[in-house]
Nanobody
């Protein structure tokens, strides 16, 4: 069983920056492919970014890659998402997810992930 807990969400003005975190329980964090997804009100959950087990490979959704950066610290069992130049359309609940399968590189499909956090709200005001 893996427990994920997001933190760091909040209200930020358009153009601002925010870094959110996801802390995982257990000793095997370094074996998990990790990802960030988001869900805006009335919309489906969408992929944001993924990172391989070692952190060497990262993939960001195309239109976000210049503003968002995923990273991880395996020593701290923590996943991060640095967001900059935020826009009102970035407002959403942000979820972290872990894949405990054999895959070691990035994953972009939600069904490839086994465990999900409860989410952290990010609100960008105009």
């Amino acid at each position: 069983q893996v427990e994920l807990a997001e933190s760091g969400g909040g209200v930020v003005q358009a153009g601002g920056s925010l870094k959110i975190s996801c802390t995982a329980s257990g000793p095997s964090f370094s074996n998990y492919v990790m990802g960030w997804f988001r869900q805006a009100p009335g919309k489906e959950r969408e992929f944001v970014a993924s990172i391989s087990t070692t952190g060497a490979v990262k993939y960001h959704r195309g239109f976000l890659k210049d503003r968002f950066a995923i990273s991880r610290d395996n020593a701290r069992n923590t996943l991060y998402l640095q967001m900059s130049s935020l826009k009102p359309e970035d407002t959403a609940v942000y979820f972290c997810a872990a894949s405990t399968g054999r895959q070691t590189t990035v994953l972009i499909v939600a069904t490839d992930y086994d465990y999900w956090g409860q989410g952290t709200q990010v609100t960008v005001s105009s």
